[in-house]
T-cell receptor
Framework: GAVVSQHPSRVICKSGTSVKIECRSL??????MFWYRQFPKQSLMLMAT?????????EQGVEKDKFLINHASLTLSTLTVTSAHPEDSSFYIC?????????????FGPGTRLTVT | AQSVTQPDIHITVSEGASLELRCNYS??????LFWYVQSPGQGLQLLLK??????LVQGIKGFEAEFKTRLSYFNLRTPSVHWRDAAEYFC???????????FGGGTRLMVKP
């Protein structure tokens, strides 16, 4: 099956620093990737849709200057949390849509737990 | 707009008992429906999905779900729960435009020995 990886799986950073999270589709090409955020004991909330070679589309209430998304290739999207603060601590999950597969099926990465101290 | 509701935040069942997790959805046309399971600190694993065809969908780990269009629910069932099934379960809906997934709030399943 289609595999999506995320790196790192866990990261702890100091307030004010920036953190980059990578999302890779390992065995398929993904023209579209999605970034979700999940707070403890809550559901996944879509942050943005990332399209290869174009600007990401952000959901309402998500600051695009704080959560920078780059989708430079068909297998890699990155989310950079800039000037991180403790309230940015969360579980970040990406998913990818197979370019050659069913348009409505997404494959999820294992998630990245970000802790900002 | 599409929406998904999982009415039960927590459910506790005994090992070996049957289980049904509720999922109500709202969508203007026939949606694509999914059930995912998430163990603590892990990503999401797809249990099953409904796109079209037979309304009774068989998934992995002994789970199934039935698409009830007129009743707008897509409940997840298993005849016998195992202790390993303790996790968080999410129902999700996607419109046929192939755009965003909308998730329900999740149901945390606890299994008593």
């Amino acid at each position: 099956g289609a595999v999506v990886s995320q790196h790192p799986s866990r990261v702890i950073c100091k307030s004010g620093t920036s953190v980059k999270i990578e999302c890779r589709s390992l065995d398929f090409q993904a023209t579209t990737m999605f970034w979700y955020r999940q707070f403890p004991k809550q559901s996944l909330m879509l942050m943005a849709t990332s399209n290869e070679g174009s600007k990401a589309t952000y959901e309402q209430g998500v600051e695009k200057d704080k959560f920078l998304i780059n989708h430079a290739s068909l297998t890699l999207s990155t989310l950079t949390v800039t000037s991180a603060h403790p309230e940015d601590s969360s579980f970040y999950i990406c998913s990818a849509r197979d370019h050659g597969g069913l348009s409505y099926e997404q494959y999820f990465g294992p998630g990245t737990r970000l802790t900002v101290t | 707009a599409q929406s998904v509701t999982q009415p039960d935040i927590h459910i506790t069942v005994s090992e070996g008992a049957s289980l049904e997790l509720r999922c109500n959805y709202s969508y203007g046309a026939t949606p694509y429906l999914f059930w995912y399971v998430q163990s603590p600190g892990q990503g999401l694993q797809l249990l099953l999905k409904y796109f079209s065809g037979d309304t009774l969908v068989q998934g992995i780990k002994g789970f199934e779900a039935e698409f009830k269009t007129r009743l707008s629910y897509f409940n997840l069932r298993t005849p016998s729960v195992h202790w390993r099934d303790a996790a968080e379960y999410f129902c999700a809906v996607c419109g046929n435009a192939g755009n965003m997934l909308t998730f329900g709030g999740g149901t945390r399943l606890m299994v008593k020995p």
